[in-house]
């Protein structure tokens, strides 16, 4: 497998990224990107001609994977034409139908230990309800139900419809803990039955393109940053994008009643609890906004103010907020006097807020067993000199920053290798290069301070 070149495809929300790699070790030698439209519905043929405008590198590679953003219904019917575009992971229309469906399906406790999840309006599986109540004519029109990285593959090359158990878990009808899909609750959600896709084995070789490379089962995004970071147990990745996560490989599922923790698959048959949340680099931006600063000069601010921004604490669920679910929430900006009221406090507070926000996340994953030996920061937030100097004291632990990479187009990579050399284990390839950020300090008293603010503000 020496001088094999593998393509790892990206298939975000905004855009397809394709990675042109070295099978053997990982190194990329081409890339390619071409915009997606914007919107929280998008019709699949967007994804497929953004993809064939890299036909020219991908078939230069002798096995493809791809992996895409998770939960996108794409409904096709019975002669596998799209029935309406898919409705994406950020359309929330349908909170009103994953709260029924919580209710009518036993509680919250009962669809964590059936699906590893709680589901929320991202979910597939709420998608489907909305799509019987709003649509009915193209719920009865549905006979098969894929998600968005299914549908890229089965058009490149794949036998026959089929998706990875990463993407699978994030349906709201798989269950990761037995490995098998729950017709009933997909029944219950589009109100007849429809055929999901075949779950793949990790690293099987589920087809063959049309220039003959062969064809990893793909995945979803979060599953194949894991994948393209080589994350260990003890690792927890955070991202700070629009959204933030974090997350974590695990040898058990996990099954959290509350719903802050979603316990997915993940692409290598081990599990992946994640907790997301809404406000991220957002937060980043809006501060930037607020003091009439540049993303550059707000680092430099938030740097120049001592720990603690002055007494000036910022709750930043700026859109509402996913993690705790406070939908309708906006943001807080407390502590202000005459004599704290400077750009540079603001600016630490919003840094402070931002890293407060993912450290809940990271101790929701905590309390589902998840034991963080150091963190892996990673997302265009990483980017901020503020935010990799102050996250070890806030986080807890060691920072990792890997260098910026497509990191989920770079797991595709790995899994289209794997798929290629057919070993029971991705092929391993090095470490991306990082540096370590540590502090002396403790953020206890910050977080401290942001907590007091977080449960005493309404509970909207």
Not at 208 to 232: H, V, Y
Request: charged residues 20%.
């Amino acid at each position: 497998m020496t001088g094999n070149l593998v393509a790892g495809v990206d298939s975000s929300t905004q855009s397809t990224k394709v990675v042109l790699c070295r099978a053997g070790d990982g190194t990329v030698v081409a890339e390619a990107t071409a915009p997606h439209p914007d919107g929280t519905e998008c019709h699949p043929d967007h994804w497929w001609n953004a993809l064939s405008r890299a036909r020219e590198l991908l078939e230069r590679a002798d096995a493809v994977a791809v992996a895409a953003q998770q939960h996108g219904m794409v409904a096709l019917d019975g002669a596998g034409e799209v029935v309406r575009p898919a409705l994406l992971w950020n359309d929330t229309r349908s909170a009103p139908q994953a709260r029924a469906l919580v209710a009518e399906q036993g509680g919250a406790k009962a669809w964590a230990e059936r699906t590893g999840s709680v589901p929320l309006a991202s979910f597939t599986v709420t998608k489907l309800r909305w799509m019987a109540e709003h649509e009915p004519g193209n719920a009865r029109r549905t006979e098969r139900v894929m998600l968005p990285h299914d549908w890229l593959t089965l058009r490149l090359g794949a036998g026959e419809p089929v998706t990875d158990r990463g993407d699978a878990s994030g349906t709201g009808y798989w269950s990761p803990a037995s490995g098998a899909y729950l017709p009933d609750l997909l029944r219950a959600a589009l109100g007849r039955d429809a055929e999901p896709p075949r779950v793949a084995a990790p690293g099987e070789r589920v087809g063959e393109t049309a220039w003959g490379a062969a064809l990893g089962a793909g995945t979803g995004d979060n599953m194949g940053a894991a994948l393209g970071l080589g994350l260990r147990p003890g690792d927890v990745v955070v991202s700070i994008g629009t959204s933030g996560t974090a997350f974590a490989v695990a040898d058990e599922p996990s099954a959290d009643p509350s719903g802050l923790v979603a316990g997915f698959a993940d692409a290598t048959g081990r599990f992946l609890p994640l907790v997301c949340t809404l406000n991220a680099a957002r937060i980043l931006s809006a501060a930037a906004s607020i003091t009439g600063a540049a993303l550059d000069e707000l680092s430099a601010l938030a740097l120049a103010a001592g720990p603690g921004a002055g007494g000036v604490t910022l709750l930043p669920y700026l859109d509402g907020e996913r993690t705790p679910d406070r939908p309708d929430a906006t943001g807080v900006l407390a502590g202000l006097t005459t004599a704290n009221a400077t750009r540079e406090n603001v600016a630490r507070a919003a840094v402070e807020a931002l890293l407060c926000s993912l450290a809940d996340a990271v101790d929701h994953l905590a309390a589902q067993g998840v034991r963080p030996r150091r963190t892996l920061l990673i997302g265009g937030g990483a980017r901020s000199r503020a935010v990799r100097t102050l996250a070890p004291a806030i986080l807890g632990t060691p920072v990792v920053v890997p260098e910026p990479a497509e990191y989920v187009a770079l797991g595709a990579a790995r899994q289209a290798a794997w798929a290629l050399a057919g070993t029971p284990e991705p092929p391993a390839w090095p470490a991306p290069p990082a540096t370590e950020h540590t502090s002396e300090h403790t953020g206890q008293e910050i977080r401290e301070r942001y907590a007091a603010l977080r449960d005493s503000a309404p509970q909207i």
